[in-house]
């Protein structure tokens, strides 16, 4: 773009578009994308896809300012008659981000899911960041449910002890205010040890058997604590 005069203006030029567009763009693509950005930008690709879908279109990471970010490469015939073709690279890294998390929620929702189904006992599980104690819950019995308990929010630990005040035997509710923190659970679990809570929420009218774990799992975005709520 030319800022001046509110138009585009020529900055480079060359004989071999493809050979040069490639080692520029390999300077700056994620090293994992490389690979499937030569495959598919070359110019009998392009052709091809041009001649049977009407458009060529590859989704890949550049480096801006040393942070990866999706953009989208999309190239149209400049007209019906016209040797030529017009080729623009927009950033959608918003967009990616946004449906990269929704996949992983889908992804682990089904994960949980068939823990839940297969262990049997577990009446709720949670994933939780170690770094901001942002989570979310899967798999709640329709019996934990209708405790009200939060779904998902920010802090984990604040959110729970809220929430138990009113849902835990009074007899268990020192220990489980002195033992749920955050430095002991991070503390228990940072050397791939299991953190354990034994206490008694009323369910029901009851008092009920509730077994809290917690350990550190490795996934694809990073470490997650992962936290099970057990009845007996």
Same mark, same amino acid.
């Given at each position: 773009p030319d800022p001046e005069h509110d138009d585009i203006m020529a900055e480079l030029n060359g004989d071999n578009f493809f050979e040069t567009a490639t080692? %520029? @763009? *390999?300077?700056?693509?994620?090293?994992?994308?490389?690979?499937?950005?030569v495959m598919a930008f070359n110019r009998k690709n392009i052709e091809k896809s041009l001649d049977e879908y009407g458009a060529f279109t590859h989704t890949y990471r550049l480096y801006f300012d040393d942070r990866p970010q999706y953009v989208s490469m999309k190239a149209v015939r400049a007209g019906e008659d016209s040797d030529h073709i017009i080729i623009a690279v927009s950033n959608v890294d918003a967009q990616m981000r946004q449906q990269e998390v929704l996949d992983r929620l889908k992804e682990e929702t089904a994960t949980y899911s068939r823990? %839940? @189904? *297969?262990?049997?006992?577990?009446?709720?599980?949670?994933?939780?960041?170690?770094?901001?104690?942002?989570?979310?819950?899967?798999?709640?019995?329709?019996?934990?449910?209708s405790l009200g308990t939060p779904k998902f929010g920010m802090d984990f630990y604040a959110d729970s002890r809220k929430e138990i005040e009113d849902k835990i035997f009074p007899d268990d509710y020192d220990t489980f205010m002195e033992e749920f923190t955050r430095e002991n659970i991070l503390e228990k679990?940072?050397?791939?040890?299991?953190?354990?809570?034994?206490?008694?929420l009323i369910m029901s009218g009851y008092p009920v058997d509730i077994t809290l774990r917690a350990g550190l799992v490795k996934e694809k975005d990073g470490l997650k604590l992962i936290v099970g709520v057990v009845k007996h």
């Open positions: 080692r %520029s @763009a *390999l300077e700056r693509i994620h090293d994992d994308d490389q690979v499937a950005f823990v %839940s @189904a *297969l262990i049997g006992d577990f009446i709720a599980i949670y994933t939780v960041d170690p770094e901001t104690s942002s989570y979310m819950q899967y798999s709640a019995s329709s019996e934990f449910s679990t940072s050397d791939g040890d299991v953190f354990v809570l034994n206490y008694r």
